[in-house]
Nanobody, 126 residues
């Protein structure tokens, strides 16, 4: 199985940028479709972005489209989420997740991901 660890979270002023990284171990991350989800206090976990195993297809929530970019760095066995023009409503714990090795398509559904990181906190001040 693959293990995932997120990093890059922190405190950012509104309008700023931040890049989150999801480092994989145990398996090559390019064998998996990868998604990013977030959860704010008192709210349900929600979909943010996803990328297919091939890297050809990407998907974004409407709330982040045009501001966030998901991409792979296969040489370093990581997946990243570049976040621009951050807003206070982006404040949440961000999680990366991987689907099973036989599921190559990106998905917006949490229940279609088998492996999850522990999350990294992103706080955007007003």
């Amino acid at each position: 199985q693959v293990q995932l660890v997120e990093s890059g979270g922190g405190l950012v002023q509104a309008g700023g940028s931040l890049t989150l990284s999801c480092a994989a171990s145990g398996r090559a991350l390019d064998s998996y479709a990868v998604g990013w989800f977030r959860q704010a206090p008192g709210k349900e976990r929600e979909f943010v972005a996803a990328i297919s195993r091939s890297g050809v297809y990407t998907y974004y929530a409407d709330s982040v489209k045009g501001r966030f970019t998901i991409f792979r760095d296969n040489a370093n066995n990581t997946n990243s989420l570049r976040m621009n023009t951050l807003k206070p409503e982006d404040t949440a714990v961000y999680y990366c997740a991987a689907r099973g090795p036989n599921s190559g398509g990106g998905s917006r559904r949490m229940d279609e991901y088998d492996y999850w990181g522990q999350g990294t906190q992103v706080t955007v001040s007003s």
